[in-house]
T-cell receptor
Framework: DTEVTQTPKHLVMGMTNKKSLKCEQH?????MYWYKQKAKKPPELMFV???????INESVPSRFSPECPNSSLLNLHLHALQPEDSALYLC????????????FGPGTRLTVT | QQQVKQSPQSLIVQKGGISIINCAYE??????FPWYQQFPGKGPALLIA?????SEKKEGRFTISFNKSAKQFSLHIMDSQPGDSATYFC????????????FGTGTKLQVIP
């Protein structure tokens, strides 16, 4: 199984809402990632978890809060977002300890109204 | 120094033709160069990857050419098909870090019948 799943596929939220994005993989990968992708742009790294610990935070605003409950799950909690946060949010996973392929999920299309 | 420059931004190729996308990097610490293919509304998927100890890698109709001294690499798609129409991202990373991938800016390929 080489699949990364993400839910929901689409999300519309107001600026005062609290919502969460979910990501799951069962490949035994111990590195998991959140990316943000705007239209016609490459993915932009937000967070990296390695062995369930936050390893990289690319200076992401605190209205985005990641969580890694276990080695298979990754959440992104959203609160008080701005319209400019509307984007495709991608989750990815990979092996650790070297340069390995990252497997991406299909993404969650987020619209902030 | 972390940039990966990619060209062209868009490309139109006739069915059966050769599609060529070029990338250049500056950081000599990069040691893994993947290419990702992304269809609209989907997450990127690894197409093919190369390490700098080889000058060429071929998988089916897809070939990466790598020039370490020039710090350039390119993707060739032979016998291009309409199903190849997608956005292609070159990328680079190094095995010393937490899989922090630097993406090129992307090339939107359209293969016309």
């Amino acid at each position: 199984d080489t699949e990364v799943t993400q839910t929901p596929k689409h999300l519309v939220m107001g600026m005062t809402n609290k919502k969460s994005l979910k990501c799951e993989q069962h490949m035994g990968h111990r590195a998991m990632y959140w990316y943000k992708q705007k239209a016609k742009k490459p993915p932009e790294l937000m967070f990296v978890y390695s062995y369930e610990k936050l390893s990289i935070n690319e200076s992401v605003p605190s209205r985005f809060s990641p969580e890694c409950p276990n080695s298979s799950l990754l959440n992104l909690h959203l609160h008080a977002l701005q319209p400019e946060d509307s984007a495709l949010y991608l989750c990815a996973s990979s092996w650790t300890g070297g340069a390995y392929e990252q497997y991406f999920g299909p993404g969650t299309r987020l619209t902030v109204t | 120094q972390q940039q990966v420059k990619q060209s062209p931004q868009s490309l139109i190729v006739q069915k059966g033709g050769i599609s060529i996308i070029n990338c250049a990097y500056e950081n000599t610490a990069f040691d893994y160069f993947p290419w990702y293919q992304q269809f609209p509304g989907k997450g990127p998927a690894l197409l093919i990857a190369i390490r700098p100890d080889v000058s060429e890698k071929k998988e089916g109709r897809f070939t990466i050419s790598f020039n370490k001294s020039a710090k350039q690499f390119s993707l060739h798609i032979m016998d291009s098909q309409p199903g190849d129409s997608a956005t292609y991202f070159c990328a680079a990373t190094n095995s010393g870090g937490y899989q922090k991938v630097t993406f090129g800016t992307g090339t939107k390929l359209q293969v016309i019948p």
